[in-house]
């Protein structure tokens, strides 16, 4: 890989004991994530604001901040006013980000020229599908990640409603999930138009990376023949990136992107996520954090009852993606009744 040469370590006076409301010093191996540009940089402010105030002031666990050009020092310093956890910046290198020298540019052009005839957001976009093929493949290897094992993924502009009084990546970790979310729903077909074709044929070819107590039912009503379209809102992440180092993530990944569908489709890394979750995990290491409140417009996740209390959520209750008919949270739910 390319040298990051932006990466920097701020925060010297860091102690992770200090304002951990059990002082167990019983910690994960966790970090944030978040990928950005430099124009991102108030929703950026924003996100983590609300990550720090509801939850990681009292955790400190280490950001950690990704871009395909160097950030601006600008940005690197207002970023760091935001809390008191270690941040680190880091470069992408070009062979994580931009689109392959194999990927035939013409075919790709008439796939984004389709797609933006059909109106798909973001159809005819390249730096959307490189994000979205990083985000698939190659966040995870970033020399910056290469010490965690947990990871919670941030947007700009996204919102946390609540107070979370426990940490996540233990809860994840005692409870040996791999994947979680708090949105699930439909993807737009035309930008996925083979990859369930793709996914059966790397079934068929790889069987022995399926697991036996899978969540085939929450991707497909037909025991695997047509893609239902569920997946999980990728914006929102907490996960083992072991599951992405592990030799089944890799090889799916490497047999996706020889099919060139992230260019010559738009292959989004939520569908990609959430199918290698639903069928190389078992269903229960996958997670629904009911209690965190969440948005990433135009949905958002408000938790009610005894949640919405213990969590001070500054939600509408009745505001909640859960049950909307565009939701797949009810095809996950049935996965275990
Ligand atoms: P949406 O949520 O699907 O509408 O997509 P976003 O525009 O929010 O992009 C998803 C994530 O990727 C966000 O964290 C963006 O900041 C980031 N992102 C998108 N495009 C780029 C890009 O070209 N460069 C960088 N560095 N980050 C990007
Ligand atoms: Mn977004």
Request: aromatic share 18%; glycine share 4%.
């Amino acid at each position: 890989g390319e040298k990051a040469s932006n990466d920097i370590i701020s925060t010297p006076n860091y102690n992770p004991l200090q304002t951990y409301p059990n002082a167990t010093g019983h910690r994960a191996n966790a970090t944030f994530v978040l990928l950005a540009r430099n124009s991102d940089l108030v929703g950026v402010l924003n996100s983590m604001q609300s990550a720090e105030d509801r939850f990681n002031r009292y955790y400190n666990y280490p950001w950690v901040l990704l871009n395909e050009e160097p950030f601006t020092e600008e940005f690197k310093e207002r970023v760091s006013v935001l809390t008191r956890a270690p941040i680190s910046f880091g470069l992408i290198p070009k062979e994580h980000w931009f689109q392959p020298d194999w990927i035939d540019e013409e075919r790709a052009r008439a796939g984004r020229q389709k797609m933006m005839a059909q109106r798909i957001i973001y159809g005819g976009s390249v730096s959307y599908r490189n994000m979205c093929r990083f985000n698939s493949g190659f966040f995870f290897r970033h020399e910056l990640l290469q010490p965690y094992r947990y990871y919670w993924r941030v947007e700009p502009d996204v919102r946390f409603f609540c107070d979370l009084n426990y940490d996540p990546f233990l809860y994840m970790q005692e409870h040996e999930k791999v994947y979680s979310f708090t949105i699930s729903l439909f993807e737009w077909e035309p930008t996925i138009p083979t990859l369930w074709q793709t996914v059966k044929d790397f079934m068929a070819e790889y069987p022995q990376y399926v697991e036996n107590h899978n969540a085939m039912d929450f991707l497909s009503n037909d025991g695997g023949r047509s893609y239902n379209l569920c997946h999980f809102w990728s914006n929102f992440e907490i996960a083992d990136m072991d599951f992405w180092r592990s030799e089944a993530y890799t090889t799916f990944f490497e047999y996706l992107e020889l099919k060139g569908g992230f260019y010559y489709e738009r292959w989004g890394d939520a569908p990609v996520h959430s199918i290698a979750a639903a069928l190389f995990a078992r269903r229960d290491q996958i997670h629904f954090f009911r209690d965190i409140g969440y948005r990433h417009d135009p949905f958002q996740h408000c938790p009610s009852g005894d949640q919405w209390k213990q969590g001070r959520c500054a939600c509408d209750q009745t505001d909640t993606f859960d049950y909307t008919p565009n939701s797949c949270l009810k095809k996950f739910e049935q996965l275990f009744s």
